[in-house]
């Protein structure tokens, strides 16, 4: 039987302590929140960024075909 433990920092609070050393693609973000939470999923992810996005906290912007840079935004 797998046992389940709650995380106590939540994805989108990694993900921006992530970008706050610089911006980054999408597949190198993806990688570095996969080494604290396994179960992630690119999908799950891409939710995250988009709620991020909507909130005003990061700015993506397309790069390559199928690539985005993915930044925070800074107070100024």
């Known amino acids: 039987m797998v046992v389940k433990t ?3 920092r939540p994805v989108y609070y990694v993900l921006l302590e992530i970008l706050k050393k610089g911006a980054m693609t999408d597949v190198e973000l993806f990688d570095a929140l ?13 939710e995250f960024l988009m709620r991020l996005e ?3 906290k990061i700015r ?3 790069m390559a075909r199928g690539k985005r840079r993915v930044e925070l935004i800074t107070a100024k």
């Open 6 to 8: 709650w995380k106590t």
């Open 34 to 46: 996969t080494e604290e939470f396994e179960d992630l999923g690119f999908k799950d992810v891409n």
């Open 54 to 56: 909507i909130g005003g």
């Open 60 to 62: 993506t912007t397309s």
